[in-house]
């Protein structure tokens, strides 16, 4: 099945380039299907791209998908245009009476900022609180993660010494978990980030579930109230140029930035990355809207509480 896209999304001609089957509201409405609502806060500075990235591991899925993009009021984006913006996004104010089979939270560039002192603070701590009882199932993603475990759970976030920037090996605590049916023992995660979070303060919340995590790169994804909540601190959703788009950004600024590890083949950025994340990174989206979402969800979305 389709995922259904607002018309005129620029992530609909890039993916179809792809061989990935979308569809535009107009069309999707002539069929009689209750799709999944999935709500998404994009939190990223280019957030087409961003857009494109989720749509794309999204796209797996036999379900139907119905789309929409969330925004907060109190930030405006410098990097995506306002036409963009007002065409395909919606203040919180305007979707917070409405309830949501799945939510997606993403990243955020502030980590360098106590949580307190993002200035939009206020209004993610709103959408955290509603998203317990007006979402089936939410994933936190990278500065999300740190953000939404600070808030429900009180983890503090801590600064690295240098950032954690490449592909790292995760190991799977419970392989029995829906979340990682079909997963290999070991699957690769891309991380890009300032800041983590550390296993002694997750551990001692009796709520949360360390569920996969890495020697290099540490916790990786936190469960909670049952698959309600995951906290994924890595970029599963991330395309094949990501991490090298940001490492040559980074160059050409002149900013301290190292090559990012176990990602070019040969350690070589010349001969481009080595691709080794997308199987499980298609395989864990399709997970969670099956046995997380879709699995959980009541058909009457106004029962969501």
Avoid at 134 to 160: D, E, F, N, R
């Amino acid at each position: 099945m389709p995922l259904t896209l607002p018309d005129r999304l620029p992530a609909i001609d890039l993916l179809k380039q792809e061989n990935i089957f979308v569809m535009g509201t107009s069309r999707a409405t002539a069929q009689d299907i209750r799709p999944l609502r999935i709500v998404v806060l994009n939190l990223m500075p280019i957030k087409i791209t961003t857009e494109t990235d989720l749509i794309r591991v999204l796209s797996n899925t036999p379900l139907q998908l119905e789309l929409s993009f969330m925004k907060i009021k109190s930030h405006t984006s410098k990097n995506t245009p306002v036409e963009h913006m007002k065409a395909f996004y919606h203040d919180f104010e305007l979707l917070r009476h409405q309830k949501f089979d799945g939510m997606i939270i993403t990243g955020a560039p502030v980590e360098h900022l106590a949580f307190e002192d993002v200035n939009y603070w206020g209004e993610m701590q709103e959408i955290f609180a509603w998203a317990r009882t007006h979402v089936t199932s939410t994933l936190y993603i990278c500065w999300a993660a740190q953000a939404g475990l600070y808030y429900h759970y009180g983890v503090p976030k801590y600064p690295l010494p240098e950032k954690k920037f490449g592909i790292f090996a995760q190991r799977i605590a419970d392989p029995f978990l829906p979340i990682f049916r079909g997963f290999d023992d070991v699957f690769q995660m891309p991380h890009s980030r300032h800041t983590e979070v550390r296993r002694e303060d997750i551990e001692a919340v009796k709520e949360l579930s360390i569920i996969a995590e890495s020697e290099e790169s540490g916790v990786s994804i936190v469960m909670a109230r049952g698959g309600r909540e995951f906290f994924i601190t890595g970029h599963l959703e991330y395309s094949p140029l990501t991490l090298d788009t940001e490492y040559r950004r980074d160059l050409a600024k002149g900013l301290p930035i190292q090559m990012p590890q176990h990602y070019y083949r040969d350690d070589d950025p010349e001969q481009g990355p080595l691709v080794t994340w997308r199987a499980h990174a298609n395989l864990l989206f399709t997970n969670w809207l099956n046995y997380y979402v879709y699995q959980e969800t009541p058909y009457d979305i106004d029962e969501i509480h």
